[in-house]
Each structure stands twice: as C-alpha cells, then as structure tokens.
C-alpha cells in the first residue's frame, strides 16, 4: 500500500463490474474462454458503445469490430475470484439512499488494493482525459504483464517523465506494488527537440505493445507512436532512455523506441493540447484534430512504417473562424467519424471521401470539449454542451444533444437540457450511458451526466427512448456546494455485488466538495444507478434508481411485473407493483450531505435518516405522526431490509455507508477494469488527480495516479 489512499476511502463487494450481457443473439467469436484475452481499456472503448444487435446480420456485421468483441466479453465474463480474499480498501460500494456519508475504516489487519504514485509536481493531464489499462490475460490478473499507462501532463525532461507505466498493480504481487514498468520522456533524445508534454489520452494498439497519442512540442503538434520496453530503474523523476526514429524506421525499430509526425495543415504546423487520437483496430487507421480545426488521417498505424493520409486529409472542418478540435470516434457502421469543435459545433466526416457535415451552433460557452458517444449499433451520436444559447434555464442550459449518424447540416437532434448555464459557464464533459440502454435493443435507457455548468456540479438522469431520442432529464445530486467544474461521469455494472447485481456512477467536483472526507476540495464519489428490470425476481434489501433518479428498495420480495410500476415519489412511501409482486419502499432522492447519527428523545418522522453506529444507513418507515425516540441507542440490524424498534418508531436498514475520496483538483476522467476470473485482486478503477495532494506514495504536494482495488466481488 503505497501513500495515504487507505485514510482516503475504502471499496466496497459492489463499486465496480461487469456489464450483463442481455443479447439473445449468440456471437461466437465473444464467448470468452477459460483463459481469457488481452484486453485494452483507454478513452476510446468508453466513446464507441454497442447496444443490443437488432438482428443476426447486424451481429455478424458488428463483430468484425474488436471493440464490439471486447464489450460482450465484459458484459458476459463472470468474476470468480477467491471466496478468502477479503476487501481491504476503497471507496465503499452501495450508494445509500437519500445522502452521501463520510468514511470511518474499521480496525483491519493489513490494508490491500490500494495506491497512490507520484506524477511530478503540477502534474495532471485535465478532466476530460483518461489513463489506459492492459489486460495481457484477462482470465487471470497477471503482476508483471498486465499495465497501467498515465499521461503526466508535463513538459518532459531528463528529470520529468511525460508519461509512466505501472505493473505489479494488485494487492497479491509479491514485488513492490505497484512497480515502475517503465517511464519515459517523450521531447524526443535522439532528436533533440522542445520539451514534450502530453495532455491527451494514450491509446493502445490491440496487442498492447504500443501506444499513440497526441503530443505538443513548444506549440507544434504531433502524432506520437512508442513501442515500449519493460525499463527497470526508470521513475517518474529520472525517466529511461527512449530512441527517438523516423517515421520510416519506426516498424523495425528496436523497443523502447518513438517516432514522431508533425500535425500540419494549412501553412502551419499545427499544436494540440485537446484531441486524443482515436485508432481503428480493423484498419490499421488513426485519426486526430488539431488547433487550427484540420481532422487529420493516418494510415498505416502500427502495422507499417506509419504516414498521414494525403488529400482531401487533413481537412479543415470550419475554414471561417476555425477551432481547435475535440477527440474524433471513428463509427464504421456509418463509415463516418464524429468531432466537435471549440467553437460549439459538430460535425460527420465521411471517413472515405471526406465529406463534412456540420451541425447548427450547439454550444456557445466553453464549445464542445469532449468527444461524442457513438452507438454504432443505432447510429446515434450524444454530443455535450455546455451552454445551448437559449433562455429555458433563466437563462443559457447546459444540454445534451442526440443526432442520428446521417444526419443533415444546420440541424441539432433532439435536446435534453441539464441544469443552468452561464455566459463563462464550466465544460460539460462526457456522460455515461447505464446498462439499461446498452441491452436495449432499441437505443432506449438512460444517460448520466454531470450538469449545471454555471453553478454547483449536479448529476443528471437524462431519459433515452426508442431509437436514441432524448427525453425529460431530472436532476439528482450536486456534488459541489459552490460553483466549479466537473469530471466526466462513469457508469458500471456489477453482477457480484452483495445482495445483488448493483450498478454505480462515479464523478468528481474539483473544488468545493460536498462529502465529508473532501473537506471541501476536490472530490471523486460514487453513487448507485441500477436500473429496475422487467420479470426479475428481487430479494428484501435490493436496490433500484427509478424513473424520478430515487433510490426504491424492495420491501416485500417477489417477482416485477413486465412494465415499471407507478413509482410512488415520496420518501418513505411504498410501490405495489399491479402485476408483480414486489413491494419498494422509496428511500428518497441521493445526495451528498452527511446524516446526523441517532439521538436520545428526537422526533423523527417516516422518511427521515440517520447513520447507525454499524455505518449503516438506517430510515424511518414507520413513526405514527411523527414520533419520538427512546432513551438508549437501539442495537442496529446488520442485513438490509432489517428492522428494529424504537419506541414507536421502525427503522429499517438502508445498507452500508458509502464514502468520498478526498482528490486535489479533483480526478481526470476513470478507467474501469473488472474482468479477472481467479488470481490476486483484478478489480479496480484508474485516475489521476488535477492538482497536488498533501501526500502521494512517498512524495509530496505532487499530482497523484491513483489506483483504487477490489480484492474480492462476491
């Protein structure tokens, strides 16, 4: 256990998963064997999603891509790890109903999991950025294979790594966990150039052997490749060696090796600092903007001596007034690749002829800075907008947009706003789509996302119906008592969790922290998002968010009916499913406040909620017009959906307490990877913090890559 994460927050059986794999239709080539594959998790596997084929056709067609393989192998992969693991660390998982509770770590024999590492001093590569994880075997969590690669955000030098790897990353590693794998500076030694800084995302090739990524040089962009190599001795501040070729030399180059190719464009050679490159698996192609708004196109990759596909590439997507690019996602069930603009518009490029549609102005604040989510299996593409230029919001919205993947110019989809805006309004980064629409077949479910973009950060429901369509958004809990930027939102679902399959989204405020253990700074939370499900037997305890983005628990088991219930939209107020059999008790809308403990002679009334002495969360659901407590503390039920007596109060048990982690800055965005079947601990989350922490690894008052485990889901 490496730095202070342990005094940070602890995982519960439930934080992250695996997504259900809800497809009636056998794929052959994604039914995961014994062993496992190799498995790459960057940005781009969170910005490519497939919902449900909608025939065998479709099925076929979609499994030429890699992406869509890997997807069903995370959705299908059961985690089977040790029944004697025991969980040692991290944010703990179920999200508890109505508040957002502080972390108290009880008394433990060794804390596993968990750790924090230096990335330099000032380190931190942005919200909308992502690090990148390789499973070598995704069947076992393999120490000295498996890796996790950050971008540092810094400008490289003989004492600066720009980027840095981490191996030995589980708790049941004998060597140092987790180990320097290998750290470089990527300003190029051989060829001497200005100091190389990184703030975009890596990518990885399939294999793993190789990543691309963005890079600015003194104002001039690039395309990097690197072929890394296992570089014992190299550290964040004093990085190894690294042969600097040309593009030409670059596949037979020995590792660790890098080459590099000059976005150019116009009569400039052209920065970028916000579009990461996207790649192709299938065809060996990259794609990546630049400041001055040209889409540029590689091809070969990592397959060939690598080279930028000449005319009509790069094309400039807006010649009048053009703005630096956001990250591209290349969508080929369309055949297009999708980006949007600083300057707040989107736009479709036909990979093959380069033709450009472009959409209406979509934002007119900080312009669009994440790259879109793509649904290749509807053709639907989800845009971000930090401020719609309208007045429904007393004022500008911030807002999701929805666009079918042929759509015609000047047009803006449908629309969703998400909380107010302002006139300098906080980006509005990614969302995450739940589980719900990712086994859809039709592109219905629900979007999560981080709105308000011109007050305290809040988390939205934005409903998805038939055919990727927006529907209502209902607003759930701020994260931020103050006006500040958000992070990206995750969702993931965990089929292990203790009492059941239970999904949660994760995001971070980077100031101003409403959770108790953020001490009003930045702040990475959890909160629980499991969709209701059709014809599903649940058990007492269980949890689902309903339509209303209430937390409904289930009261009196049974079976739900075929169609969501008529949920009842006060707290404390009971659901009877008309065809089903199962009862909810309603346990209010989530936020992020921290409950007062029970207390001697109070008047508490149905609905109200305290922390137990067991870190449970315990509501009242019963209490006769509002009724008072007893003398003594009564002895807390430990199992969910559990009742006790208190005078004439019953208080049922909401489930554990969850927690926050105390982030600098708050978090880049998160990496989730939960795919190991047996072994040491192979279940965690990746980020890094955007500002320095007090303490990190041995170091301090530096930027932190942080790694938050699971060593056991049961």
């Known amino acids: ?12 059986a439930g934080f992250v998963g695996l997504l259900a794999l809800g497809c009636a239709l056998t794929v052959s080539a994604a039914k995961p064997s014994r062993r496992g594959i190799a498995l790459p998790t960057d940005w781009s596997h969170r910005h490519l999603i497939f919902s449900q084929p909608r025939s065998v056709e479709q099925a076929i067609h ?38 957002r509770f502080p972390i108290r770590i009880p008394p433990r024999e060794r804390s596993t999991g968990l750790w924090s590492q230096s990335l330099g001093a000032g380190a931190g590569v942005g919200a909308v950025n992502f690090p990148a994880k390789f499973s070598f075997n995704s069947g076992v969590a393999d120490c000295g294979n498996d890796y996790v690669v950050y971008s540092t955000g810094l400008a490289g030098s003989s004492s600066q790594a720009s980027l840095i790897a981490f191996n030995n990353l589980y708790s049941g590693c004998e ?30 090739s399939l294999d793993g052997t190789q990543l691309a990524f963005a890079q600015s040089n003194g104002g001039i962009g690039s395309l990097v490749l690197l072929k890394w190599a296992a570089s014992p001795g190299g550290t964040v501040d004093a990085p190894g060696d690294l042969t600097t070729v040309l593009p030409a030399e670059y596949l037979t180059c020995t590792a660790p090796c890098m080459t590099r190719i000059v976005l150019h464009g116009g009569s400039f050679d052209n920065d970028d600092t916000t579009s990461s490159v996207y790649y192709d698996y299938v065809s060996d192609t990259a794609w990546v903007g630049d400041f001055h708004g040209y889409l540029h196109r590689f091809s070969p990759v990592f397959a060939g001596p690598p080279a930028e596909v000449g005319v009509p590439w790069p094309i400039q997507l807006q010649p009048s007034g053009a703005s630096p690019l956001a990250s591209p996602v290349y969508d080929s069930g369309s055949g297009n690749v999708f980006v949007g603009d600083t300057g707040g518009f989107f736009y479709s490029v036909n990979a093959a002829s380069g033709a450009v549609t472009q959409s209406s102005l979509l934002d007119h604040g900080t312009g669009i800075r994440s790259g879109p989510i793509v649904d290749s299996t509807a053709g639907v593409a989800y845009v971000f907008s930090s401020n719609d230029g309208g007045t429904a919001c007393a004022g500008p919205c911030a807002a999701v947009y929805s666009f079918a993947a042929g759509f015609a110019g000047g047009t803006a989809g449908t629309k969703a706003t998400v909380g107010a805006s302002a006139t300098t309004p906080n980006p509005l980064y990614e969302g995450d789509l739940d589980s719900a629409y990712e086994n859809s077949t039709n592109a219905s479910g ?85 969709p209701w499900q059709a014809s599903t037997a649940y058990t007492v305890g269980q949890e689902v968010v309903d339509s209303h983005f209430q937390v409904q628990m ?29 009862e909810w008790l309603n346990l209010g809308v989530t936020t992020a406040a921290t409950p007062a403990g029970w207390a001697a002679h109070n008047l508490y009334a149905v609905g109200n909620f305290i922390e137990d002495s067991n870190q449970n969360i315990e509501v009242v659901t019963f209490a006769p017009g509002g009724s008072n407590s007893g003398n003594s503390e009564p ?15 019953t208080w049922t048990n909401a489930g554990p307490a969850t927690g926050a982690l105390a982030t600098a800055g708050g978090t880049s965005g998160v990496i989730i990877d939960n795919i190991v079947e047996s072994g040491v601990s192979g279940s965690q989350i990746y980020f890094s913090t955007q500002g320095n922490q007090a303490t990190c690894g041995t170091a301090t008052s530096v930027g932190c890559a942080v790694q938050a485990s699971q060593s056991a889901l049961q």
Not at 463 to 487: D, E, F
Not at 554 to 582: C, L, M, Q, R, Y
Not at 635 to 649: A, C, L, R, Y
């Open 1 to 12: 256990m490496n730095g202070n994460a342990a005094r940070f927050f602890r995982l519960g």
């Open 62 to 99: 979609l499994q030429q891509d890699p992406r869509f393989r890997q997807q069903l192998y995370r959705r299908a992969l059961p985690l089977m790890l040790p029944p004697d693991r025991q969980e040692m660390g991290g944010i703990h998982a179920p999200q508890q109903p109505h508040l």
């Open 175 to 204: 060597d140092a966990v987790p180990s320097v794998y290998w750290a470089y500076d990527t300003s190029g030694q051989t060829l001497p150039l200005p100091s190389g800084q990184i703030l975009t995302s890596p990518v990885l």
């Open 446 to 530: 629900n979007l999560y996302v981080c709105g308000n973009t011109g007050g305290a950060p809040t988390l939205y429901q934005v409903h998805i119906t038939s055919g990727g369509v927006l529907g209502s958004a209902v607003a759930g809990p701020a994260l931020a008592s103050g006006t500040t930027g958000c992070s990206p939102v995750t969702d993931y679902l965990n089929p292990n969790a203790t009492g059941g399959a239970t999904e949660y989204i994760f995001a971070s405020a980077q100031t101003d922290g409403v959770s108790a253990p953020c001490l009003g700074g930045g702040c990475i939370m959890n909160f629980k998002s499991t």
């Open 554 to 582: 289930v009261f009196k088991a049974g079976t739900s009916a075929a169609s969501a219930p008529n949920w009842s939209t006060s707290t404390g107020g009971i659901t009877d499913e008309d065809t089903g059999t199962v």
């Open 635 to 649: 002895t807390w039920p430990t199992s969910v959906g559990q009742t006790v007596h208190d005078n004439e109060i």
